[in-house]
């Protein structure tokens, strides 16, 4: 899959292209036309899960319609690079803006993900003129895989939380010469992206968010002091909470314990290994696992598929080529080994009793409203001191760069705006 360069140091970037091998996909064809599925849903809607008519049709299209070849042209069209970083291989795709003192940007996706989501924001963000923009509001572009999940380098040693993550991207950002740039990051990344912002290394101006992954301290204590319950849950954090509640906090409250709820949220984090083996097994099984992530996206999704009315950029094509990244590249495990690594974090923390430091950079966040958890106000100024930019948008979800590529450009132009 990657070009022979000649490696001569540690630090050296070097041109990296795709090419699957066609054994691989005659492979995973043979496997979605070999899948046994179970009977069909007991309910007329998703409250049982991934229902069965969306995901043979899924499976239908992906095995007889889908274009395997692709994901290799879409990302071969871009420049992508690979280099070695605290002993493991980092991909990335590297698109410099023409236009002239563009602000660097890295952007980190989460799972079910991978830099797959990002494609469509590449455009808008480098090349803003062409996108209703501004040429002051240029970015050069970088969009990591994370570490386990993609064509990065799956960690063959413990440590690989987003701690560590962050200090790769550091580094990172250092290789590639910039002195100065921002950061970006949703889902599990907005714990990357955080991380980035409490290590404040030289250079990094500021961050943007569009997932809250630090919360004020009661609701964190509720959360991870055994207070999962729905009802006692909502009880005790609202009521710390009540001497700033907000309309939205209550509503929130449920969301958040409803997500600590969630069959990946809480399977990959306890036993990632475990799931591993059904999801490196069967692809209509990886399928339904990534699409049972959050009710927004998983009802866009199947209007996708089956009435072929795509919410944005949540096409039947694009969703393909995300699930098939997953299985070619076989990360299924170690892309989830991360939330497993993510919680040992936060739980060693929170019998240490160590404070994570406070985040005093600038920081941006976007609040979409198909989002898990519909952030308040409250929260972000409570967790982020130097919050600079807060706006609720109209449309979009917990895949809002994939979705809503234009808006969330928009967003990240505003949100930096004032870093420049």
């Excluded at 043979?30 to 008519?53: C, H, N, Y």
């Excluded at 480098?126 to 895989?145: K, R």
């Excluded at 739980?347 to 609040?367: N, Y």
């Excluded at 760069?401 to 132009?413: C, D, G, M, N, V």
């Amino acid at each position: 899959m990657e070009n022979q360069t000649h490696q001569t140091t540690a630090t050296v970037v070097r041109p990296f292209r795709v090419d699957m091998p066609e054994e691989a996909i005659a492979d995973l064809r043979r496997r979605i036309a070999a899948t046994r599925f179970p009977d069909k849903e007991l309910v007329a809607d998703a409250s049982q899960g991934v229902q069965l008519a969306m995901l043979q049709e899924l499976a239908r299209y992906w095995a007889t319609d889908y274009d395997f070849r692709r994901l290799d042209s879409r990302l071969n069209a871009l420049p992508q690079f690979m280099t070695k970083i605290d002993g493991l291989d980092i991909h990335f795709i590297h698109v410099k803006s023409r236009h002239e003192n563009a602000l660097p940007l890295i952007i980190t996706h989460g799972w079910p993900g991978s830099v797959i989501e990002m494609l469509e924001v590449i455009g808008p963000l480098t090349n803003p003129t062409a996108h209703g923009g501004d040429a002051d509001d240029a970015f050069d572009l970088v969009l990591p895989s994370l570490p386990g999940y993609g064509f990065s380098g799956e960690p063959a040693d413990l440590g690989w939380d987003p701690g560590r993550v962050a200090r790769a991207w550091v580094e990172l950002m250092s290789r590639l010469g910039y002195t100065r740039y921002v950061a970006q990051g949703g889902d599990i990344g907005a714990n990357v992206t955080d991380a980035m912002g409490r290590m404040a290394p030289e250079g990094l101006l500021g961050v943007h968010l569009n997932f809250l992954s630090a919360f004020p301290t009661e609701v964190g204590a509720a959360l991870f002091g055994g207070l999962i319950p729905a009802g006692l849950f909502k009880r005790v954090a609202i009521a710390v909470l009540a001497d700033r509640a907000e309309k939205k906090e209550p509503a929130a409250l449920d969301a958040l314990a409803a997500l600590f709820r969630r069959g990946y949220f809480v399977e990959m984090p306890e036993h990632p290994q475990t799931i591993g083996y059904a999801l490196t097994d069967t692809p209509v099984g990886l399928a339904a696992w990534m699409l049972d992530h959050d009710a927004d996206s998983y009802e866009k999704i199947s209007h996708a598929f089956l009435d072929g009315q795509p919410a944005g950029g949540l096409t039947r094509d694009r969703i393909v080529d995300n699930i098939t990244l997953y299985w070619l590249t076989n990360t299924a495990t170690s892309s989830a080994r991360l939330y497993w690594e993510n919680f040992r974090t936060i739980f060693a923390a929170i019998a240490s009793g160590a404070k994570s430091p406070e985040l005093s950079l600038p920081v941006a966040f976007t609040v979409f409203p198909g989002e898990i958890v519909q952030a308040p106000r409250s929260w972000a100024d409570k967790v982020y001191p130097n919050l600079i930019y807060f706006n609720e948008v109209n449309k979009g979800g917990h895949f809002a760069a994939w979705e809503e590529p234009e808006l969330f450009a928009t967003e990240l132009r505003a949100a930096f705006r004032s870093l420049r």
